[in-house]
C-alpha cells in the first residue's frame, strides 16, 4: 500500500469504483473522438494505411533507425570519452584543469543542441570546415552530450568513499593509477543506469538528423511523408518505432538499477 | 560585434518569443504535471495506469517528432491552431510528464506521518493530497523543478526546426543575411546561458527560503 492511502472501507470501495468507471470512460471517449477526427477527414481509408503493412515501407523505415543507431551509439561512445575526461578535469588538484573542465560543463549544459547544430551547419563551412552528413549531426550531440556524461561521471566518482583512493595510494599507486584502477571501475558500476538514461535522452536527440537531412529515422520519415503524402500515418510510424525502442532501453535502466540496488544490499548485509 | 546592434530588432523579438515560449510552456506543464502525478498516485487502478502510460509515453518520444507530428499530421485530421500556440501546447505536454516524475519523487519524500495523520482527521484522498502532501512535495522538488525549467529553455530551440522564430531561429536567419557566425552565434548562446543562470538564481532562492527541514 502507498503512503497516501489506506485499505479501502465500504465508502471508499464505491468511489474507487465510480473513479474506475468515469477514468475509463474518459479513455474511451478521447479514443472515439480520435477515430472520428481521423475518419471525418477521410484518413481511416485502408488505402492511406495498407502502405504501412508492406515490406519496403518498413524496410525504409528500419534503414532508417539502423541510421538513428549508429549515430547514437558513435555519439555516446565519443561523448562518454569526451565526458570522462572532462570529470577527471574537474576533480583534477589542479585549476588550470579544473576552471576549463568546469566551465565548459558548465557553459555547453545551457545551450540548446539545435543551436550547436545550426553552428557546425551554416557557421563551420565559412571556416572552410564543411563536415560530412553524419558527422554534422554527431559533433553536436557530442559536444552536448559530453557535458552531462561529464556531470554523471563526477557524481560517480564523488559517490565512491575516500577510502579507496587513499588505500590506493597507500600501496604506492600514483593518483592517476589509483583513480584508473581503483576507483573508476567503482563508480561507472555505480552509474551504469544513469548512463543509460542518458543514452536514451541522446538517442531522442538524434531526430535533430530532421534538420541536419541525415536520413536518421525521423528524416526518413520525412523524405517518405513527402513522396507518398500520407503525413499523419508516416509521422505515427515513426513515433511508435521511438516509443519501442527507447522504452526497452528505459526498462533495460531500471533493471540495471534493481539489479545493482540488489547487489549493493548483498553487499551490506555480508560486511 | 556590430552585426548584433544591426539585427537587434530581430534577435530581441526572438528573445521575446523565446521567453513567452519557455514561461506559457512550463506554467502548462506545472499544470499539467500536477494532474498527472496526482493520477500516478491515486488509490485507483485505472487512474493510476492513465498516469503511468501518459510518462511513459511522453519521455521515450522525443519532442521534435511530436512537434513534427502536431504541426504536419494534425492539420491532416483537421487539428490546426496558431503556431505559438500549437508549439506552446505540444513543449507543456511533453515537459508535464518530467514535472509529473519531479513532483512524484517529492511526494514519496513526504514522511508517512503526514498522510496518516491527514486522513485521522478524516480528509478524503484529494483534500490530503491538496492540502497536506503536495504543497510539503512541491518544497523538497525545487532544484528539479528548477532544472526542469532550464530544460523547458532550451527545449523550445526545437520549435525553430518545424517554423517558430525564436531566439534561435532568429540568429540563423541574422546569419545567413550577414554570414558572421562567431557574434551571432555566440551572441545566441550568452543570451540562453542568461536565462539559464537566471533560472538557477531563482530557484536557488526559493529553495533557501522554502526547504523543509527534517
Known amino acids: 500500500m502507498s503512503v497516501l492511502f489506506d485499505e479501502p472501507g465500504p465508502k471508499a470501495v464505491r468511489r474507487?469504483?465510480?473513479?474506475?468507471?468515469?477514468?475509463?470512460?474518459?479513455?474511451?471517449?478521447?479514443?472515439?473522438?480520435?477515430?472520428?477526427?481521423?475518419?471525418?477527414?477521410?484518413?481511416?481509408?485502408?488505402?492511406?494505411?495498407?502502405?504501412?503493412?508492406?515490406?519496403?515501407?518498413?524496410?525504409?523505415?528500419?534503414?532508417?533507425?539502423?541510421?538513428?543507431?549508429?549515430?547514437?551509439?558513435?555519439?555516446?561512445?565519443?561523448?562518454m570519452a569526451f565526458g570522462l575526461l572532462l570529470a577527471l578535469g574537474r576533480l583534477s588538484?589542479?585549476?588550470?584543469?579544473?576552471?576549463?573542465?568546469?566551465?565548459?560543463?558548465?557553459?555547453?549544459?545551457?545551450?540548446?543542441?539545435?543551436?550547436?547544430v545550426y553552428v557546425v551547419l551554416f557557421a563551420l563551412p565559412r571556416y572552410g570546415l564543411d563536415l560530412p552528413l553524419f558527422w554534422k549531426l554527431v559533433v553536436p550531440l557530442t559536444v552536448s552530450n559530453a557535458a552531462a556524461y561529464a556531470e554523471i561521471f563526477r557524481a560517480g566518482i564523488n559517490s565512491?568513499?575516500?577510502?579507496?583512493?587513499?588505500?590506493?595510494?597507500?600501496?604506492?599507486?600514483?593518483?592517476?593509477?589509483?583513480?584508473?584502477?581503483?576507483?573508476?571501475?567503482?563508480?561507472?558500476?555505480?552509474?551504469?543506469?544513469?548512463?543509460?538514461?542518458?543514452?536514451?535522452?541522446?538517442?531522442?536527440?538524434?531526430?535533430?538528423?530532421?534538420?541536419?537531412?541525415?536520413?536518421?529515422?525521423?528524416?526518413?520519415?520525412?523524405?517518405?511523408a513527402a513522396y507518398n503524402g500520407l503525413l499523419i500515418q508516416?509521422?505515427?510510424?515513426?513515433?511508435?518505432?521511438?516509443?519501442?525502442?527507447?522504452?526497452?532501453?528505459?526498462?533495460?535502466?531500471?533493471?540495471?538499477?534493481?539489479?545493482?540496488?540488489?547487489?549493493?544490499?548483498?553487499?551490506?548485509?555480508?560486511? | 560585434m556590430s552585426v548584433l546592434l544591426d539585427h537587434l530588432p530581430e534577435l530581441w523579438q526572438g528573445l521575446i518569443v523565446t521567453i513567452q515560449l519557455t514561461a506559457a510552456s512550463f506554467a502548462g506543464a506545472a499544470v499539467l504535471g500536477v494532474v498527472v502525478c496526482a493520477l500516478r498516485v491515486s488509490p485507483v487502478r485505472v487512474l493510476r495506469a492513465i498516469g503511468?502510460?501518459?510518462?511513459?509515453?511522453?519521455?521515450?518520444?522525443?519532442?521534435?517528432?511530436?512537434?513534427?507530428?502536431?504541426?504536419?499530421?494534425?492539420?491532416?485530421?483537421?487539428?490546426?491552431?496558431?503556431?505559438?500556440?500549437?508549439a506552446i501546447i505540444v513543449i507543456a505536454v511533453y515537459e508535464a510528464a518530467y514535472v509529473a516524475e519531479a513532483l512524484r519523487s517529492g511526494v514519496n519524500a513526504v514522511s508517512k506521518g503526514q498522510g496518516e495523520a491527514a486522513r485521522a482527521i478524516g480528509l478524503t484522498f484529494g483534500q490530503s493530497l491538496r492540502y497536506v502532501i503536495l504543497p510539503q512535495a512541491l518544497r523538497t522538488v525545487v532544484q528539479p523543478l528548477g532544472n526542469i525549467f532550464i530544460a523547458t529553455t532550451m527545449n523550445t530551440a526545437l520549435?525553430?526546426?518545424?517554423?517558430?522564430?525564436?531566439?534561435?531561429?532568429?540568429?540563423?536567419?541574422?546569419?545567413?543575411?550577414?554570414?558572421?557566425?562567431?557574434?551571432?552565434?555566440?551572441?545566441?548562446?550568452?543570451?540562453?546561458?542568461?536565462?539559464?543562470?537566471?533560472?538557477?538564481?531563482?530557484?536557488?532562492?526559493?529553495?533557501?527560503?522554502?526547504?523543509?527541514?527534517?
Not at chain 1, 473513479?19 to 477527414?41: C, I, W
Not at chain 1, 579507496?164 to 563508480?187: C, D, H, N, S, Y
Open chain 2, 52 to 86: 503511468t502510460a501518459y510518462v511513459e509515453a511522453f519521455q521515450n518520444l522525443p519532442l521534435l517528432v511530436l512537434l513534427v507530428l502536431a504541426f504536419f499530421g494534425l492539420p491532416e485530421i483537421g487539428l490546426q491552431a496558431g503556431i505559438l500556440t500549437t
Open chain 1, 16 to 79: 474507487i469504483r465510480v473513479a474506475t468507471v468515469l477514468g475509463t470512460l474518459a479513455v474511451v471517449a478521447l479514443a472515439v473522438l480520435a477515430v472520428r477526427q481521423f475518419a471525418a477527414n477521410g484518413q481511416l481509408d485502408a488505402a492511406r494505411w495498407q502502405p504501412y503493412a508492406t515490406w519496403p515501407m518498413w524496410r525504409y523505415l528500419l534503414d532508417g533507425l539502423w541510421s538513428t543507431f549508429l549515430a547514437a551509439v558513435v555519439s555516446a561512445a565519443l561523448a
Open chain 2, 159 to 214: 520549435a525553430a526546426a518545424v517554423g517558430v522564430v525564436d531566439l534561435t531561429a532568429a540568429a540563423n536567419r541574422v546569419n545567413l543575411v550577414e554570414a558572421q557566425p562567431i557574434p551571432i552565434f555566440v551572441g545566441a548562446g550568452a543570451a540562453y546561458a542568461l536565462i539559464a543562470a537566471l533560472a538557477g538564481f531563482v530557484t536557488g532562492r526559493l529553495e533557501r527560503r522554502l526547504v523543509i527541514l527534517r
Open chain 1, 93 to 116: 588538484p589542479r585549476a588550470w584543469v579544473r576552471g576549463p573542465a568546469a566551465a565548459y560543463v558548465e557553459v555547453v549544459r545551457t545551450i540548446p543542441a539545435l543551436l550547436l
Open chain 1, 160 to 224: 565512491i568513499e575516500r577510502g579507496q583512493m587513499e588505500a590506493g595510494l597507500a600501496i604506492g599507486l600514483t593518483r592517476f593509477r589509483a583513480m584508473l584502477l581503483v576507483v573508476l571501475p567503482q563508480a561507472a558500476r555505480r552509474v551504469l543506469p544513469s548512463l543509460v538514461s542518458q543514452s536514451v535522452g541522446l538517442l531522442k536527440d538524434t531526430s535533430l538528423g530532421f534538420v541536419v537531412s541525415y536520413g536518421e529515422l525521423l528524416y526518413s520519415g520525412k523524405v517518405l
Open chain 1, 234 to 271: 508516416t509521422y505515427l510510424v515513426v513515433a511508435l518505432i521511438y516509443l519501442v525502442v527507447n522504452m526497452s532501453l528505459s526498462k533495460l535502466a531500471r533493471v540495471l538499477e534493481a539489479r545493482q540496488s540488489v547487489t549493493l544490499r548483498r553487499r551490506t548485509a555480508g560486511a
